[in-house]
C-alpha cells in the first residue's frame, strides 16, 4: 500500500514521525509532505528530516496576517498537486490548516476507492483565545472550509475527546476515531530532587496572547514560600509573564528555545510542576505540553478543560486550578509522591506501543 502523509505545521512532527514508523514496519510505502518553513520560529527549515519531502511555501511572521493565510492555502494545493502525482492508496493528512482539509476532500472525491483520514490536532477557529471570533464573518468562513468538507474522509481522527463535541456536528459519528498525543522516547523517571526551599514551576513553550498570564501572577501569590518559573521557550509575550511573575514575588529564569531532549530534561528535573494555564481553552482539551510534563513525571497545574482536566479528576497527576480557589504549598508538595500514577497514567494513554496498538485499530489492520 502506498500512504502520503501531508502535514503544515513542524509542530506535529513527532506525531508525524510515529505514523511514518508506524506504516513502514507494515510494510508500507510512505511519503510525507511537508513545507520548508518553521511555523513557531517563522524561518526556514533548513534540514528536511529522513523520509519527509519539503514544498516551498510563502515565509509569514505573525499569527494573523494575509500572507499567513495565503501561505496556508498555496501549500494546501501545493500538497495536493505532489499527492495527486503520487497517486497514494492512502491520505492521511493533519489539521489544520482548514483548507487542506477542503483540498484533500476534493481529491477524495476525484478518486473515491482512495482511503482519506483527517487527523486534528488542533480546531480553528475554536481555539483562537479571542472572544466572539469564531461568530464573525471571517470565523464562519474559516470555520466552514472544514465543516462542509470533513465528512467527505473515510476516516476522522482526533488527538482527544474535547474534539468530538465540535467534530460529531459536521461528521458520522461513526468515522471518529481517538489516537492520544504520544511522545518518543517513552516516559522518564525524575532523575534529581527539585529544590526543597522553594516552589520551583516550568512553563513549557510559546509565550503568546494563548497563555493566561494574569493566571500564572495569581498562582505565584497563592503560595506562601518562595517561587521559582523556568520559562522554556520565548514568544512576543514573554517579557509580560516575566514582569508578571516577578511582580508577583518569583525569581524567573529564562531558557529561551530548546529543542533536545536532554536539555529539556535537566530543567524538568529542577521542577516540582508543569504550567498548563491558557485562556479561552475551551476546545484544547489536551495540549502536547501537558502530555510532555506528564512524560517527565512532572505534575500538572491546569486550567484546560476536557481531557486532561478529566484525567487530573480520576487520577492524583495535578490539580485542576480554577481563579479564585484556594491552593497551599502542603497541597502542591503532596503531589510529589505521586510520580508512580503520573507513569501509569502516561504508559495507559500516551504510551508509544499504545498509539500503535490504537492506529491499528483505526485502519483496520
Not at 501572577?217 to 509580560?240: A, C, M, N, S, Y
Request: some cysteine; overall charge positive.
Amino acid at each position: 500500500m502506498n500512504v502520503t502523509i501531508i502535514s503544515c505545521f513542524d509542530v506535529y512532527d513527532n506525531r508525524v514521525e510515529l505514523l511514518r514508523k508506524s506504516f513502514c514496519a507494515w510494510g508500507y510505502q510512505v511519503t510525507v509532505l511537508i513545507p520548508n518553513f518553521r511555523h513557531m520560529e517563522k524561518c526556514t527549515r533548513g534540514q528536511c528530516p529522513e523520509g519527509f519531502e519539503m514544498l516551498p511555501v510563502v515565509p509569514y511572521y505573525s499569527k494573523f496576517s494575509p500572507a499567513r493565510i495565503w501561505s496556508h492555502i498555496s501549500f494546501s494545493r501545493d500538497a495536493m498537486e505532489r499527492a495527486r502525482s503520487l497517486q497514494p492508496d492512502m491520505l492521511w493528512v493533519l489539521a489544520p490548516p482548514n483548507s487542506l482539509v477542503k483540498e484533500a476532500a476534493r481529491y477524495k472525491k476525484q478518486r473515491p476507492k482512495m482511503k482519506l483520514v483527517f487527523d486534528f490536532l488542533d480546531l480553528w477557529p475554536e481555539s483562537m483565545p479571542v472572544s466572539g471570533f469564531g461568530a464573525t464573518p471571517f470565523g464562519l468562513a474559516w470555520r466552514g472550509l472544514r465543516d462542509r468538507y470533513v465528512d467527505v474522509a473515510d476516516t476522522v481522527v482526533a488527538e482527544c475527546d474535547q474534539y468530538w463535541t465540535v467534530l460529531r456536528k459536521c461528521c458520522d459519528e461513526r468515522k471518529l476515531h481517538m489516537l492520544y498525543i504520544s511522545r518518543n522516547p517513552g516516559f522518564r523517571c525524575l532523575r534529581e530532587r527539585p529544590p526543597a526551599d522553594r516552589i520551583a514551576l516550568c512553563f513549557l513553550g510559546r509565550v503568546n496572547q494563548d497563555v493566561d498570564i494574569r493566571a500564572i501572577g495569581t498562582l505565584i501569590r497563592k503560595l506562601d514560600r518562595p517561587v521559582e518559573l523556568h520559562v522554556i521557550g520565548g514568544g512576543i509575550q514573554e517579557p509580560q509573564l516575566r514582569q508578571t511573575a516577578e511582580d508577583a514575588g518569583a525569581a524567573v529564569i529564562s531558557h529561551g528555545s530548546i529543542y533536545t531532549q536532554r536539555e529539556r530534561e535537566k530543567i524538568f528535573d529542577r521542577c516540582h510542576f508543569g504550567l498548563n494555564l491558557l485562556r479561552g481553552a475551551e476546545c484544547a482539551g489536551l495540549t502536547m505540553k501537558s502530555v510532555d510534563y506528564l512524560r517527565a513525571s512532572l505534575p500538572v497545574i491546569n486550567n484546560v478543560r476536557g481531557d486532561m482536566w478529566e484525567f487530573i479528576e480520576e487520577h492524583p497527576v495535578g490539580i485542576n486550578y480554577e481563579e479564585g480557589m484556594g491552593i497551599t504549598v502542603s497541597r502542591l508538595l503532596g503531589l510529589q509522591i505521586r510520580r508512580e500514577q503520573i507513569r501509569a497514567l502516561y504508559d495507559t494513554y500516551f504510551a508509544e506501543k499504545v498509539f500503535f496498538t490504537n492506529l491499528q485499530k483505526i485502519i483496520g489492520k
